[in-house]
């Protein structure tokens, strides 16, 4: 059963405008949520994270926003910028169990 | 400060072999945690070490087991290998054991292909 899921495998967006990044997840004991991006032959690198007690976090050009009564989260990069192809996981923590479940990725194309 | 380095970056074996892989944490770090990346299942998350202990290990066979040594360093066994095992195994490093505000640094990881 997967419980964290993304369910678009690919996204594409013109430069300049806004990437939203979406995931689905189904246990609602999840403590914290995080979003990681990853490049062809590189490990992923940490973006941003979300604890459940909040509904919003922002760094940059990157925010998350977490809606808990749909249990869906979603990452905004804007401006979107050739250097954000990449693709993006995003992940969550019971903390008790201190184990990260990730989605399966979205691959995000910044098209000129 | 160096990143996570593993070893080796690339791997080739047969079926029913059994391979050992590498990881040294940031320098400092105490947590490593080990992850399996296909392209069907995405990330999945394997063990994690703690101070030499093993803190938490995900849904895979006994086939892949772990060790961490008294210097961070930790490596990932993979005994009676399956073609099913060819992935990407990443390893990841925290200062403390990783939650929800403990940032993890990945490396590169090592590919690992059975023929």
């Known amino acids: 059963d997967q419980q964290v899921k993304q369910n678009s495998p690919s996204l594409s967006v013109q430069e300049g405008r806004i990437s939203i990044l979406n995931c689905d997840y189904t246990?609602?004991?999840?403590?914290?949520f995080l979003w990681y991006k990853k490049y062809p032959a590189e490990g992923p690198t940490f973006l941003i994270s979300?604890?459940?007690?909040?509904d919003k976090n922002e760094d940059g050009r990157f925010t998350v926003f977490l809606n808990k009564s749909a249990k869906h989260l979603s990452l905004h990069i804007v401006p979107s910028q050739p250097g954000d192809s990449a693709v993006y996981f995003c992940?969550?923590?019971?903390?008790?169990?201190?184990?990260?479940?990730f989605g399966k990725g979205t691959r995000l194309h910044i098209l000129p | 400060k160096a990143g996570v380095t593993q070893t080796p970056r690339y791997l080739i074996k047969t079926r029913g072999q059994q391979v050992t892989l590498s990881c040294s944490p940031i320098?400092?770090?105490?947590?490593v945690s080990w992850y399996q990346q296909t392209p069907g299942q995405g990330l999945q998350f394997l063990f994690e070490?703690?101070?030499?202990?093993?803190?938490n290990k995900g849904n895979f066979p006994g086939r892949f087991s772990g060790r961490q040594f008294s210097n961070s360093r930790s490596e990932m066994n993979v005994s009676t290998l399956e073609l099913g095992d060819s992935a990407l195994y990443l390893c990841?490093?925290?200062?403390?054991?990783?939650?929800?505000?403990?940032?993890?640094?990945f490396g590169p990881g090592t590919r690992l292909l059975v023929l």
């Open positions: 990841a490093s925290s200062l403390n054991v990783a939650g929800g505000q403990e940032t993890q640094y």
């Open positions: 246990n609602s004991m999840f403590d914290y």
């Open positions: 979300i604890s459940s007690i909040k």
């Open positions: 992940a969550a923590i019971v903390n008790r169990d201190d184990k990260i479940i």
């Open positions: 320098s400092g770090h105490r947590s």
């Open positions: 070490y703690f101070s030499e202990t093993q803190r």
